[in-house]
């Protein structure tokens, strides 16, 4: 299994962090502009066992999506498996930690290729587009709670 993880300090409360999270149309706004996303279960009451449906598209491949919320601890865990994604296994924790000063947002991500070996050999780009994606996603959600505050 592999691994990603991204962390940022975001000044605002852990309650308005983990409510963010809660509000899926808050995807369009931090996915990358090179990715379009489409909510195909929009307004998704946000709660164990509850599935969200999306279509992915970027350089005009799409992918569905349907992802399970695992387990809710408000306001400091949501974590989601893929019941069906590109990827073999596709666990994403969001852990949210109060600091001194606002919060913590760490995201990670286990995961396994499909194809075995030959999928794996393709693994550098996975993190590449992991790296890419979560960083725009920390500063959109960064800029966007502070702005509020």
Known sequence: MKSFEKSVAINCSVEELFNFHLDTNNLKHITPPDTKVELLTPNLDIKEGAVLKLKTTKHFISTIWEIQIQKLISPSLLIDVSLKSPFT??????I??????????RDVV???????????SFDFLIQKELKNMFEFRH???????????
């Open 96 to 105: 949210f930690e109060k600091r001194e000063e606002g919060c913590l947002m």
């Open 139 to 149: 500063n959109v959600t960064k800029t966007m709670l502070e702005e509020k505050s």
């Open 89 to 94: 296994y596709w666990e994403h924790s969001h």
């Open 110 to 120: 286990n995961y396994t290729l499909p194809f075995g070996f030959i999928g794996n």
